[in-house]
């Protein structure tokens, strides 16, 4: 008995797996080609070229993966069902006395080893390769700002800027600005000899000028070298807040550590951690979130799938992907507006999807 169940147990495993990697592929390559059709639009801005374009797509390809593998297990585990339906196959695993929930299982099994190379994916190479995206489409955006590991890079004048990290802080009415953070500015001479070296824990535009917090100040004169320190300065700089503020990489992008860092910060300075609360447990909710979600399509191949084309089970895929998208944002952007902790907001329509997946599956036991 137990090999028999095995040997089912790889059939609807094997069935499903097929659907789900075809169509990953193809939601994958359609989103990287419209990405690089769009990007050809930008080719000859800044010096970037058809390779620049082809790199971004490229690198970037990860995290398209990462988005779109909730959608592509959910179309695929109905497609992988809807062809043992279509041959007769699950009408006999069902008189053999296999339950739904049993078949089920099997089904969102394989979908649950995947998810753990797609979760690495998305802590891994996916923020790596959008950080070079960033980076690239910095310099479609100004000649003077760019960005590598070390940070983000401006040159302002005759000073050169480094800032290492900086978070988008929302005001009231909806205005974004950027605070930075472990900032050096690098002053040089018109021959190019360093002439001063000033470090601040933070900055922050406060909507007319640049203020520096805790700075270090080092000036290089003949007399020699001659350090100070102050709570606070002005800091008189042509760098834009705003255009800072779209280079710090979108919230959903960034990995789990480097969301919970931002987090902290922001607490420290006694500013709500808001949209990167909110990423963070979407990533972290985010195996939980595809998993109940292909649980809850299953029923679909049970019932009025049997008879149903390959169109129909995309249709049905879509819609319930659709309403899916909608119900976790109005969930959390309620969650956001009325208080509900983060943790919470994201984990309710998980919560509701599960419910109703036990009341069908115990339904028809």
């Avoid at 995206?133 to 480094?162: C, E, F, H, P, Y």
């Avoid at 350090?227 to 800072?244: D, G, M, R």
Wanted: net charge positive.
């Amino acid at each position: 008995m137990s090999l028999a169940i095995k040997r089912v147990d790889k059939l609807v495993a094997l069935s499903v797996l097929g659907s789900l990697v075809g169509v990953w592929l193809v939601l994958t390559g359609f989103d990287a080609v419209t990405q690089f059709l769009r990007q050809l639009s930008n080719i000859g801005k800044n010096g970037f070229t058809l390779t620049d374009a082809t790199v971004y797509v490229l690198v970037t390809t990860p995290r398209r993966a990462y988005e779109m593998f909730g959608n592509a297990a959910l179309i695929g585990g109905l497609l992988g069902l809807g062809g043992l339906a279509a041959t007769g196959e699950l009408t006999a695993l069902r008189a053999s006395g296999m339950s739904r929930l049993r078949i089920a299982a099997s089904a969102t099994g394989v979908i649950a080893v995947l998810i753990v190379g797609v979760v690495i994916l998305g802590e891994t190479a996916a923020p790596w390769g959008d950080q070079l995206g960033q980076a690239m489409q910095l310099r479609l955006k100004s000649n003077n700002i760019g960005s590598t590991g070390s940070g983000l890079w401006a040159r302002d004048g005759d000073r050169v800027i480094n800032v290492r990290g900086g978070t988008v802080v929302r005001h009231a009415g909806d205005h974004d600005t950027v605070a930075l953070a472990d900032v050096r500015v690098f002053t040089f001479t018109k021959d190019g000899q360093l002439s001063r070296f000033d470090w601040a824990k933070t900055a922050d535009h406060d909507g007319h000028e640049w203020v520096l917090h805790n700075v270090r100040s080092t000036t290089l004169d003949d007399m020699g070298v001659h350090s100070s320190v102050s709570a606070s300065e002005q800091w008189h700089s042509s760098l834009n807040p705003q255009v800072l503020a779209q280079s710090v990489i979108q919230p959903q992008y960034l990995s789990m550590r480097d969301l919970r860092r931002n987090m902290r910060y922001l607490e420290n300075n006694g500013e709500h951690p808001g949209v990167y609360a909110v990423a963070f447990w979407t990533r972290a909710l985010y195996a939980l979130n595809v998993l109940v979600l292909v649980l809850c399509a299953m029923p679909f191949a049970f019932g009025t799938m049997r008879s149903g084309g390959l169109g129909k089970r995309i249709f049905i895929g879509m819609l319930l992907a659709i309403t899916w998208y909608f119900l976790q944002k109005a969930m959390v952007n309620f969650g956001t507006v009325y208080g509900m902790p983060p943790l919470l907001a994201n984990l309710l329509p998980a919560a509701l999807l599960a419910l109703v997946a036990w009341l069908y599956f115990r339904k028809h036991a």
